[in-house]
């Protein structure tokens, strides 16, 4: 008797507190956890809970083309299109009144694909200075792409950006460079480098066209050099010999009519 009593009241209690009850442990998960997404490209969510008997659920996001493919009772499947940008996805389900939210952030990519070196000038005399421009258009994200401008194989100058982008955007390095005699003939390149670690195990690379750069030396301009000087002073000594002479002609001839005009006016004053 007692024992019944007592299983009575248990099922008692364990009515009453049913709706405590109700407020089930229940958990709400993405897949993937740690998106990684091509710009432009699609994604599949899978959105899921454990809650035995879930109300409603769904995702938000901006900007994002979604739509609903599938469901069962526990999960939905949503696809995704036409990412462009770094974006927050949030997936929630409703049980027993209660809501519960989970979030994954979409990490967008684009591996560099053009990439173009150039020279300015395109011909530089030993000792002056030129200039290599890397260009690679469309890039992100930025702060995990490394470009690098080699000479040959060598490493001339590395640059890892520290700038955070989310779209797309276009990457520029710049280097001054002095020419040597030895550059001469030497291919120029631009390597660019997108690694993508710790979102995902992908490298990815592209390295532009060679460019070689035309050195000339200024030796043959010594020469020239000597030569215009030499040539320069002969003619200053003919110019200025000319001159002297020219001069010294007009002096003397006025010199001489001078003589001339005092002796005929000495004469003339005589004759009165
Ligand atoms: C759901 O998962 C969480 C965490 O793993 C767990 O604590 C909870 O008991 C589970 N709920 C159900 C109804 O299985
Ligand atoms: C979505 O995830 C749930 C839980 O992990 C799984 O049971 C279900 O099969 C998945 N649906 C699809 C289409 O992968
Ligand atoms: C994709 O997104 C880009 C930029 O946000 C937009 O210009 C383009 O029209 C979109 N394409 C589609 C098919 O929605
Ligand atoms: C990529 O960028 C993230 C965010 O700045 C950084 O935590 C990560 O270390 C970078 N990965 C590489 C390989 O540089
Ligand atoms: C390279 O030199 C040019 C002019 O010679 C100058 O305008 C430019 O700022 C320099 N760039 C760097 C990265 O030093
Ligand atoms: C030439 O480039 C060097 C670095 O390579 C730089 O130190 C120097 O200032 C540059 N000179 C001119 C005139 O731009
Ligand atoms: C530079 O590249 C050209 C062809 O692209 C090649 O013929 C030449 O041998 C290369 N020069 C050096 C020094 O590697």
């Known amino acids: 008797m007692l024992l019944f009593s007592t299983w009575v009241l248990m099922a008692f209690l364990t009515l009453l507190s049913s709706p405590v009850a109700g407020e089930e442990l229940f958990e709400v998960r993405m897949q993937p956890e740690w998106p990684v997404v091509e710009a432009g490209k ?37 696809h995704l299109s036409n990412f462009s940008e770094n974006t927050n996805i949030f997936c929630y389900f409703m049980c027993s009144n209660i809501q519960k939210r989970k979030s994954v952030s979409v990490i967008i990519y684009r591996p560099p694909e053009q990439v173009t070196l150039s ?19 469309n890039v992100v994200p930025l702060e995990n792409l490394t470009l690098t401008l080699l000479q040959g194989t060598e490493k001339l100058y590395r640059q890892t950006f520290v700038t955070v982008s989310t779209a797309l955007q276009d990457a ?78 007009q002096h003397w001839r006025q010199h001489r009519t001078g003589g001339y005009g005092v002796l005929a006016a000495w004469r003339n004053y005589r004759n009165r």
């Open 119 to 137: 020279l300015q000038p395109s011909w530089v005399i030993v000792g002056k200075n030129f200039t290599l421009t890397c260009h690679v258009p």
């Open 172 to 249: 520029w390095l710049t280097l001054n460079v002095t020419a040597r005699r030895e550059d001469s003939k030497s291919n120029f390149s631009c390597r660019a480098e997108l690694d993508l670690r710790p979102y995902c195990e992908q490298l990815f690379s592209a390295t532009s066209q060679p460019k070689m750069l035309e050195i000339f030396e200024p030796s043959w301009n010594n020469q020239m050099l000597i030569i215009i000087i030499i040539t320069i002073l002969l003619l200053l000594v003919f110019v200025i010999s000319v001159c002297l002479c020219f001069a010294y002609g």
């Open 42 to 78: 699609d994604l599949w969510i899978n959105c899921s809970t454990n809650c035995t008997y879930p109300q409603a659920g769904g995702i938000e996001t901006r900007n994002i083309k979604m739509n609903t493919q599938k469901e069962g009772t526990h999960w939905k499947l949503f």
